[in-house]
């Protein structure tokens, strides 16, 4: 069964930076397209960024510019780089790996908190 796991979440101050990593049990990376959303208190949940396995990215708006969705197909592994946080990007970050064609097909880390307060 293919497994998440997110890891990188931490207590920063705004305008700080962290990198989420999350890693697959499986041999997905290079094949899914990847991507991580996120979900704040009583708000849905929404995508930060995706990753095609052709390597098109995709951002928020409201994160464009300061995230960047990154691949490592050997390891089996995809980051989210975070530049420039503000307090509205606190939430938990989850990742994602979907399958869109024939049978589709979705999995979910458990997430990793990411917390931007002064």
């Known amino acids: 069964q293919v497994q998440l796991v997110e890891s990188g979440g931490g207590l920063v101050q705004p305008g700080g930076s962290l990198r989420l990593s999350c890693a697959a049990s499986g041999s997905i990376v290079s094949s899914f397209d990847m991507g991580w959303y996120r979900q704040a208190p009583d708000k849905q949940r929404e995508l930060v960024a995706s990753i095609t396995s052709g390597g098109t990215t995709n951002y928020a708006e409201s994160v464009k510019g300061r995230f960047t969705i990154s691949r490592d197909n050997t390891k089996n592994t995809v980051y989210l780089q975070m530049n420039s946080l503000k307090p509205e990007d606190t939430a938990v970050y989850y990742c994602?790996?979907?399958?869109?064609?024939?049978?589709?097909?979705?999995?979910w880390g458990q997430g990793t908190q990411v917390t931007v307060s002064s």
């Open positions: 994602n790996a979907a399958w869109n064609w024939i049978r589709p097909r979705d999995y």
